[in-house]
């Protein structure tokens, strides 16, 4: 008689008590996007950088108009004005799609990591990260176009990491309908098929070059034209251009912590985490070329954004039983919300 292999996981029952766990879950999970929704939704317009510009873009789609938009996001904006919704249900519209397209991004990643259950679990960890994230706050209320794109960015990066490549088409296209600057990190997707450690180290003289300053000399000396375009494209006195150190210590950190806690992690979930590690430094490299621009913060809200799901993955799979405890995680989500609210109406971002 055929036996099933010994690293085959345990049948999970459905138990009433189970079921009551999910539904709890799943209310949780409504009434936290449902609040984000509120808060967003219902900001004024002196509530993010861009606020009045897209407010103002909305408003012109009653008549006749121009916009070098991208074509899935003026298709989702003028959908939503039809059917009549106002800047306030228009703003929360599009934060409700940022929230589903973080409930897909979480799921390619559970699938990544080869978890079978406990997916509810796992989403209310990311959005309780999310929340806590004042990066998540720059997509919702200041980059929002780019916002909306970055974990699709997420998403196709790690569809092709596993060679699916329709999915990487697939998430591709719609995060470059939204945001044309996904295109930056897809055109890096192909480092993601040599040998891990050869990316580690491409990616840490790219960190050096950039530190040094010798990208921005590059760029310069080499490509003018790219140049001139990085530095004239949304120029703003008022915010610091030429490279930035601090951004990049901070990012190198969050590809440095997964690897340093993966020893907490239950096999075979950390060498996932770790591999996916990998995706998180493509979506660095963009910055390492460019990233001496004004704005250059957008640059890296693709990867801010994912450190969110994997830093979920890590205490959701923790092999400590109290990190990855169900009714932790939901507190943890509770607790999240009046801090987002903080957020949000206070306008701390990075």
Known sequence: MATAPATALPERHNTPATH????LSLILLIAAAGFGCWVVGTRGLDIGTDTSVYAGFFESLNRPFITRLEPGF???SYVLNRLGLGVTGYQT???ALLLLIAAVAARRYSRYLGATHGYLTFLSASLMLLYLSPMFVNGSINAVRQGLASLLVFAALLSFQQRKWWLFVLYGALASSLHLSSLLYLAFAPLLLVRSGVLHYAAALAFLMYCTGLTLILVRTLIPPLYNLVMTYTVNPEYRAGVRIDFAVFSIFWYALPLLLAPLVRSPYRERIKESTAVYLVMLLPFFAIGWGYYSNRYL???WLAVSLMIAAI??????????NPLLIRMGLIAACPVFYYYVTNVIVI
């Open 315 to 324: 205490l959701c799979h923790s092999r400590i039983a109290l990190l990855r």
């Open 20 to 23: 009551a766990g999910l539904v």
């Open 74 to 76: 003026v298709f989702i």
């Open 301 to 303: 809200l693709p990867a």
């Open 93 to 95: 519209a599009l934060f």
